[in-house]
Structure formats: structure tokens, C-alpha cells
């Protein structure tokens, strides 16, 4: 018992003293297949959007196909950037390119199979959203899908590129 | 000796933390997390045949810590199961609470080396694949070292070697056997620079691993190592997406086929095409004998598997073709073969209308592989088992799915999607009940959602399954009501009742499976609350099912990310 308690206040302290969260380091695939490292996403100091997704997804496709429709307006007021990380694994992750394409996204699409990205980001289960700032610091995040939770994660880019 | 090292092991790793807690100081490093818990409360209800574990509350959690600065990162996993929820895990029992998984590791340039845990996969995983599901109870992880290397661009190299967890008792248990592996990738685009890259791109990659587990068997002489190979191709273009992979497993008798000396191979050939508004894909493959474990006589197929054979049939999202009749890979020998578009009209279209609509249609097939039994005694066969004519389809079909989906945002707050199914199922193969007669079904879904502000919505499903046989048909309604940002409200009913004289006969009644939820969610913390009666389900993970019991009761889950 006193083992746990020990443990649970190292955490604890370390918690609390933690910094702001970046990006962490994974290696992703382009679905060209090309390896890339997590810190090299960039999008000249506008924000990111950083979605994890996949084809067996439901809310995820969901709430993908929804801000399609509004990705460009978003893209031209704030520059916002949006990279879907899908997390099929070998079973389904050749379907990933021709659903992409299926449903007409524009978004940066990369590969996750072996979860390294996932688990460097602490998800649970999918969909669960990030939002970086343009200094690479995580300072929203949400998980699930609801329809609406888009318009909130927008109101957040807005309050983040000051054009509220 | 146990003892003293499991009372060691806190001390670890307090002390871990502590050196962490310094190096953060002076570098400013990052420690994250989650954390995930389902709880449940069994009633009893013999009308479901629900089961009530003899401790009426049941846990599974599990927290997660990573620890980076710089270039070092460590972290570790504490599970606690007092007891395991009912029908968790796939595999062997999990008990008591420990740390399950820890690791260490740091990346030097272009080195990487990890000590301790890891999940790792060379090419599509047919040689291997250390992963988990954790909601499926499937965590396969390495114990030992790994080392990755990109010794020049476009060069990429991996070594492994260690043990498997095997299950948790207080902390992880490990198998027997010892897995050792390499893998080397070759990207053309990278190595070649930027001359390739416009025209599309060609990986080569090539794995080995071994597996070693000492010969006890007082018969038969068994291979202590046991090797395989897999050679693999991926060439994309901007619109073609071509992957094969190969494997070859040298001989290796275990308890999964029958202790034959009959070598193992598997095939597997995909190809995609892909434009704007346009996507389709074809596959097959085809495995022999490929059931490769850590442990020959491991108790379940769902332990201490080194490969992971992935299915091609689509994995659906919707209630009953998720959970009723999924499909598993069958390691020992299937042939199969895949199909699907994926095609939108554009707005303004006639078919496409003012939102434009999208249509996927797919279908896969799977088949016994085409084989001739030989006597096991015999001397000359040197206990071969079979001989088997490779990616040539037997005559028993396991396995057999045509679906379409059409979805379509029809005015500002509507949208609907309509499905249908048609499904063949040999039960008997894929859930193991011998005897039973193949399942034929057809399903049909309607999806709607309609958004009554810009937060609030109400999604409906509603799905219809109709079988002569099995447990007869099935009708399933939900409504879900959702408040954007943070709560939701769903109701579900599934109502299975008899559509057959044959299952008349067996005196099934018609039973209803209510339940209700309801749910919080705020950033990355989310909470749900359940509260009816479960359907006795099937969750499938690559080659394998789990079956999760009826139950009945009050459950709660909690996930959260920091």
C-alpha cells in the first residue's frame, strides 16, 4: 500500500510540475509511403488541427465529413491546417488512400499502423482531436464526436489566430 | 525470488521517477498520460443466460505515464483488474493489479534503441507483429530490446529480440519462448532524393525472425528454432497504390496444427486506385499452415502469437454486422479475396444534388484452401499432415459478404444513410461450434441524423437482420441524443425474435435487450454510464474472436488524456 501511495505521489507531484505540452517524436507514414517525423509537421506559425481517425471509425468519418464542408472557409480566414492521423492498422489501412479519396478530403493524411503516434499522445480510442498552436504547443484537445463539437473546435482556432 | 524482485520493483520505480523528476529540472522535459477504466455491475437475469461472476463488481483499468526530455523517454502502464470483467481477455486470465508494461528509450540521430517493452511490426505483420487492442484484451508486447537504425536516407533497420507477454498476474507474465527478428527497408524515393518523388515511390523491405523454445516432448523431435522470412513490395503512385507480401515459416508442429512438420506460407497482393471523388481497392490472399506462437503448445490461439495475419473482409461499424457474425482469419488455411469503391457525386449533380451523395459498395470472400489429407503415422508423409495446392480455394466457403452503403446529406439538417448486407457464415469454422449450420443473412440499416441547432442533434439508427438460422432475426433501434460540446443521451433496444419454424422447434423465445447511456465529455476527459441488458457479442482481432458474454447491469467508463 505504501508502495502505491508513494508512486501515485511521485506522479502526482511530477503532474503538476509538468511543462505545456508539445508535439512529442513519432514516425508516421505519407500515404505515398515516405516516413516522417511527428515534430516536422509545421504550418508557418498558423495553427494545426491534429485528428486521430480510422475507416472503422463511425463518429470519426463523421466528424472528418463535416468539416469538409467548411474546411476551406477555415483554411482562408485562419490558415489552419488540419492533418488526420489514421490509425488503421494492417488489417484495414490499405483502405485508408481510396476512402480518402472517396470522400473528396483535402486534409494531410498519414499513416499510424503500429499505434507509436497514438500512444505517444496518450489516446484512448479514436476520434480525439488536438489543437497546436503555431509555436507547436498543444492547447486544445477533445475526444469523441458530437455533431456541433466542430464549430467549437473552431471557435478555439479563431480565439487562437486572434480573429474572434 | 519472485518475492524479492517484485518488491524491488517499486523502489525501480520510484526511483525512475525521481531521476525523471531531475533531468526535467534541467531540461525541461514532459511527463503525459491517460487513463481508462470500465467498471461493471452484474445482475442477475437468467432470461439472457447473463453471467454473474461471484464478485458482483468487475474493473478493468489501466494508466499510462510518458516521460520524454529531449532526446530520452521512458514510461509505463499500471493495470489493475479486482476482478477482470467477465469474458476479459481474448486469452488467458488476467488477475490482480502491477505495472504491465515499462520501457525505456532514447534516439541518438539517427538511432533508436528501446529496452523493456515495445509494440513493433515488420511490413503488414504476416512474420511479425507485437500490438495491443486493449479493449479486445490482446497485448502481445515485447519484453527486451529494440533497436532501430537509419544508417543512410532512405535505409531503414530494425532488430528485436525478447519475450512476449503471455498475461498479467500482479504484473506482466512473460512466454517461454524467445523471439528474435530483423527487418530492413529500402525507400527508393528517400534514397534517391527528390528525382523519384514525383512520379511515385517503391519500398522493398525483408524480415527474418526466429523463435526459440526448448524440445521437452518425450515423442517427437521437435525444431527448438523455428524461422521465417517475408519479402515485401509497395509501389505508390499519385493515384496507384500497389503491396504484396510474402512469408515462408520453416516447419514448426504445434498444438494449433496437430503437431505436423509441414512448412507454412502466406501470400498476401493488394492494389488501390485512387482519385479525386474515387477510390477503389482489390486484394487476396492466401495462408497455409501459418499459425506461428511463442509457445507450440500455447492454451489459445490468442496468446504469444508472433504474426499477425490480417483479414480482408470489412470491418463494419454498425451494431449487429459488427458484433453478431464478424470474421477471423483462419491461420491454418483460407483463400480470400476483397473488393470495394468508394464514389461521391458532387454537388450540383444530378445524382449529387445540393450536398452531393456518397456510395461505397464491398464485397470479400473467403475459402477453405484447397487441400488433400495424408495419415499421420505414415512414414513416408514424415507426418505432413496434408499437401495443399496454394492460393487454390477448397470447396468449403467460410466466409462471404456483399454490402452497399449510400449516404446523403439531403437539406441543411438532415442526413440519412441506407445499408444493405448480405451475409454467408460458416459458424461452425469461425466461432467454433461445430455442428451448427452456415448462417445466411441479410441486414438492412437506415442512419439518420438530424441537427436541431447548431448543437444539438438526434441520430437514429435503425437495423434489421433476417436469418432461418443461428438465433433467428433481429431488430435494432437507437436514438441518440446529443448536446455539442459535453453530454449525450442514447437509448437501444435489440429485439431478437424467430423468423423459422426450425427455430421454433428449438423453443427460443423472443427477447428484448434494452439499454440506456449517458455521457460526459469534456477535452480529453470522458465519462459514460450504461444501464440494461448487453447481447452476448464477438469482437475479432486479426485471426481471432472474442466472445463476450450476455450480461446484465449498471456500467461505467472513464477515459482520459493528459
Known amino acids: 500500500m505504501i508502495r502505491i501511495l508513494t508512486v501515485a505521489l511521485l506522479i502526482t507531484t511530477a503532474i503538476a510540475a509538468a511543462a505545456q505540452s508539445t508535439v512529442p517524436s513519432a514516425t508516421v507514414q505519407t500515404l505515398e509511403g515516405k516516413k516522417v517525423d511527428t515534430r516536422s509537421f509545421s504550418n508557418d506559425g498558423k495553427p494545426i488541427i491534429i485528428n486521430f481517425w480510422a475507416t472503422w471509425c463511425a463518429p470519426c468519418k463523421k466528424e472528418l465529413s463535416a468539416i469538409a464542408e467548411k474546411y476551406e472557409d477555415w483554411r482562408a480566414k485562419t490558415g489552419v491546417k488540419l492533418i488526420a492521423i489514421s490509425i488503421d492498422d494492417a488489417r484495414t489501412m490499405a483502405r485508408v488512400k481510396p476512402y480518402v479519396s472517396g470522400q473528396d478530403w483535402e486534409y494531410e493524411v498519414y499513416l499510424d499502423p503500429n499505434g507509436d503516434f497514438k500512444r505517444a499522445l496518450n489516446v484512448n480510442n479514436v476520434p480525439h482531436t488536438f489543437l497546436v498552436d503555431g509555436s507547436g504547443r498543444i492547447v486544445y484537445q477533445h475526444n469523441n464526436y458530437e455533431p456541433g463539437d466542430e464549430n467549437e473546435l473552431y471557435r478555439k482556432v479563431l480565439e487562437l489566430t486572434g480573429k474572434k | ?562
Open chain 2, 1 to 562: 525470488m519472485q518475492r524479492m524482485t517484485s518488491a524491488l520493483r517499486a523502489p525501480a520505480a520510484a526511483a525512475m521517477l525521481m531521476l525523471c523528476g531531475m533531468a526535467r529540472a534541467q531540461e525541461g522535459g514532459q511527463l503525459h498520460g491517460n487513463f481508462s477504466t470500465d467498471a461493471q455491475y452484474y445482475n442477475e437475469d437468467e432470461d439472457i443466460g447473463a453471467i454473474v461472476p461471484r464478485q458482483r463488481l468487475a474493473y478493468n483499468a489501466w494508466m499510462n505515464l510518458i516521460y520524454t526530455s529531449g532526446n530520452f523517454e521512458a514510461g509505463g502502464r499500471f493495470e489493475s483488474y479486482e476482478p477482470a470483467l467477465a469474458g476479459y481477455p481474448a486469452g488467458q486470465p488476467y488477475a490482480g493489479s502491477g505495472i504491465g508494461y515499462r520501457y525505456a528509450k532514447y534516439k541518438l540521430s539517427d538511432l533508436e534503441v528501446t529496452a523493456g517493452n515495445f509494440f513493433e511490426q515488420f511490413g503488414q505483420g504476416l512474420v511479425f507483429r507485437a500490438y495491443e487492442e486493449r479493449y479486445l484484451g490482446v497485448d502481445n508486447a515485447m519484453d527486451g530490446v529494440r533497436v532501430r537504425y537509419k544508417p543512410f536516407r532512405g535505409v531503414y533497420l530494425k532488430g528485436i529480440a525478447g519475450r512476449q507477454r503471455f498475461n498479467f498476474d500482479n504484473g506482466q507474465v512473460k512466454g517461454v519462448g524467445l523471439v528474435r527478428g530483423a527487418d530492413a527497408e529500402l525507400n527508393l524515393a528517400e534514397l534517391l532524393d527528390s528525382a523519384w518523388t514525383a512520379a511515385g515511390n517503391l519500398v522493398v523491405g525483408g524480415s527474418f525472425v526466429s523463435k526459440y523454445q526448448e524440445d521437452r516432448d518425450p515423442l517427437l523431435e521437435l525444431p527448438e528454432n523455428v524461422g521465417t522470412w517475408a519479402l515485401r513490395l509497395h509501389y505508390t503512385s499519385a493515384k496507384w497504390d500497389l503491396y504484396t507480401e510474402y512469408a515462408y515459416k520453416i516447419n514448426d508442429p504445434n498444438g494449433k496444427n496437430g503437431f505436423i512438420y509441414r512448412p507454412g506460407q502466406g501470400l498476401l497482393v493488394n492494389a488501390t486506385y485512387s482519385t479525386k471523388g474515387f477510390g477503389a481497392s482489390v486484394g487476396a490472399h492466401s495462408f497455409d499452415n501459418m499459425f506461428y506462437q511463442s509457445d507450440r503448445a500455447s492454451p489459445t490461439p490468442f496468446d504469444l502469437n508472433i504474426n499477425f495475419l490480417p483479414p480482408l473482409t470489412k470491418q463494419h461499424t454498425y451494431n449487429l454486422p459488427a458484433t453478431l457474425y464478424p470474421y477471423a482469419t483462419q491461420p491454418n488455411g483460407e483463400v480470400s479475396a476483397q473488393g470495394e469503391v468508394f464514389y461521391k457525386w458532387k454537388k450540383g449533380t444530378p445524382l449529387g444534388g445540393k450536398y452531393g451523395t456518397k456510395l461505397a459498395i464491398n464485397g470479400s470472400v473467403a475459402y477453405a484452401l484447397d487441400t488433400t489429407r495424408l495419415g499421420l503415422a505414415d512414414d513416408t508423409t514424415a507426418r505432413q499432415g496434408y499437401t495443399s495446392r496454394f492460393f487454390t480455394p477448397g470447396e468449403r466457403r467460410y466466409f462471404q459478404d456483399v454490402n452497399i452503403e449510400l449516404r446523403k446529406k439531403v437539406s441543411s439538417s438532415w442526413e440519412l444513410a441506407l445499408t444493405w448486407l448480405n451475409l454467408a457464415y460458416d459458424i461452425d469454422i469461425i466461432q467454433g461450434k461445430p455442428g451448427e449450420s452456415v448462417v445466411y443473412a441479410d441486414i438492412l440499416i437506415l442512419e439518420g441524423l438530424h441537427n436541431f441547432t447548431e448543437r444539438t442533434s438526434l441520430r437514429f439508427e435503425l437495423q434489421h437482420l433476417s436469418t432461418r438460422q443461428d438465433q433467428g432475426n433481429w431488430a435494432t433501434a437507437l436514438a441518440e441524443l446529443t448536446f455539442s460540446p459535453h453530454w449525450f443521451i442514447a437509448a437501444m433496444d435489440q429485439f431478437n425474435y424467430v423468423g423459422s419454424a426450425a427455430l421454433e422447434d428449438k423453443g427460443k423465445e423472443p427477447l428484448h435487450y434494452p439499454i440506456g447511456s449517458v455521457g460526459y465529455i469534456r477535452g480529453g476527459n470522458r465519462f459514460q454510464v450504461n444501464y440494461g441488458r448487453q447481447r452476448a457479442g464477438i469482437f475479432c482481432v486479426g485471426g481471432v474472436c472474442r466472445q463476450v458474454p450476455a450480461a446484465n447491469g449498471l456500467t461505467l467508463s472513464i477515459t482520459s488524456t493528459f
